[in-house]
């Protein structure tokens, strides 16, 4: 039996002699995947979900999407708490299963990372309006986006800092939204006590089948992406043997009991078939239709500016992320070297700039509409997200069939994930299907629209050419298990 190896604890560095630095706490950790994922996905789609699906269609596909998420966590929680690398994601590939498989997922990740960037901004752009209907919106998706880049160019600790108080005010917001709807639900609050009746209108709970509801996974995958950000974060986690595995048990069921009771409360006091759930104004959210039906005309001002403060804060984790992954990638010699350059601040500078340059893409929302590139940018990193989930799963495969294969100790992982290998095969097949599934709606009608399918499977074949170029020029192959490297220091 060899001597197991240690957990690794690493010191990132590059040429310069500046490093990133360990100052996130487990608080930072939990809120700065929250951060991630409670944004324009909660406050904004959920509405198009419950009218397309029915509530208790969009609770069922927010449920089975939340059952692969937390075998996806578990998944990164192992390899994350056992090896925690800044931008582990495109690493874990390039170590446990092909160097190009994992170069495709890096440069994957860093593209869907930065376009959800300025999804996240036309999102804010749009809440402005609700204030200020007849502004330009270049001008406040040039604000915000300073905004966010100066937030990240702080040091991490800062950064960490700042988004657990933009993560906190939207997490309570969220709390005090599920009690007063339950409290309006039940007339505790005056007015109509409307109970489950809004379940039984139409067909309700499940309006148009399984196959509606299949639809809605693309929506609720990309609710749900953000929270593999505290496997990216690991490697600026100041314990994360320790933090790691308990962000990753408690991460998981906060965000899906945010995600269903609210969807639950909505369900409850809006009818499916109320047509401003699925509105073309994203500036009137489901969040701020239960205000205005309360009679809070001011509550739902206040609203708009909490997911105001919500969607800029996701925008920053994605920002954070991208950066990271970038960063990552050019210590391993898949990026140019100059993107690894850290200042005193312990921040990839370059990175940070070219991730930011890549956002303001934002901009592109002055010349086509609001609307066109928010949808566009949301159905383009929904399937980026099934890729990463996807490569998270196989990498993990990988990464214990090679644990045990070089003769470790499954008890010396500070975090196990349970279930396997059934969590890693199952994740794998439902986000491979639901993938190639999300564009059915396309290919039923009359014509197809040939605009929106490209927009939602763009990703797909950049990837495969991505794989199979670098595969092709470095004549990479899989690296056979004995040989994976469970220990390397980056240079």
Known sequence: MEKPIQPLELSVTDSSKH??????????????????????GLFLTT????????????????????????????????MASFMPISGMVGTYGTRFVDPAFGFALGWIYWYGASITLPAELSAATLIMKFWFPNSPSLLWSGIFLVLIFAINYLSVKGYGEGEYWFSFIKVATVIIFIILGFLMIFGIM??????????????????????????????????????EMVGIASGESENPQKNVPRAIKTIFWRILLFYVLAILVIGLLIPYTDDKLLSDNIMVSPFTLVFQRAGLAFA?????????????????SFLYGATRMLYSMALSKQAPRFLAKINKRGVPIYALLATTIFGSLA???????????????????????????????????????????????????????????FGPIL??????????GQG????????IDWKSVIAIYLSFPLFIFIWL???????????PLQECDLNPEQN
């Open 190 to 227: 005056g007015g109509e006590a409307v109970g489950f009746k809004n379940f039984t209108v139409g067909d309700a709970p499940f309006h148009g089948g399984f196959l509606t509801i299949f639809g809605v996974f693309l929506v609720a995958a990309y609710s749900f992406q953000g929270t």
């Open 469 to 479: 170029g670098y595969k092709f020029k470095k004549k990479t192959k899989i690296i």
């Open 363 to 421: 901009f592109l929302s002055e010349l086509v509409g609001d609307g066109v590139i928010f949808y566009w940018l949301l159905n383009a990193s929904a399937v980026i997200g099934f890729i990463i989930w996807i490569g998270i799963s196989i990498s993990h495969y990988r990464f214990r069939k090679a644990y045990i294969a070089q003769g470790l100790s499954l008890n010396d992982l500070p975090y196990r994930a349970k279930w396997f290998p």
């Open 300 to 316: 739902a001002s206040v609203m708009n500016a909490v997911i105001l403060t919500s969607v800029l804060s996701a925008g920053n």
């Open 19 to 40: 490093h990133l630095k360990r100052d996130l706490k487990f608080r930072h950790l939990i809120m700065i995947a929250l951060g991630g994922t409670i944004g324009t």
């Open 47 to 78: 509405g198009a979900t419950i009218h397309t699906a029915g509530p208790g269609g969009a609770l069922l596909a927010y449920l089975i999407i939340g059952v692969m998420i937390y075998f996806i966590m578990t998944s990164l929680g192992e």
């Open 440 to 447: 059915y709606q396309e290919f039923i009608g009359e014509t």
């Open 427 to 436: 994740s794998f097949i439902v986000c491979f299907v639901v993938m190639l």
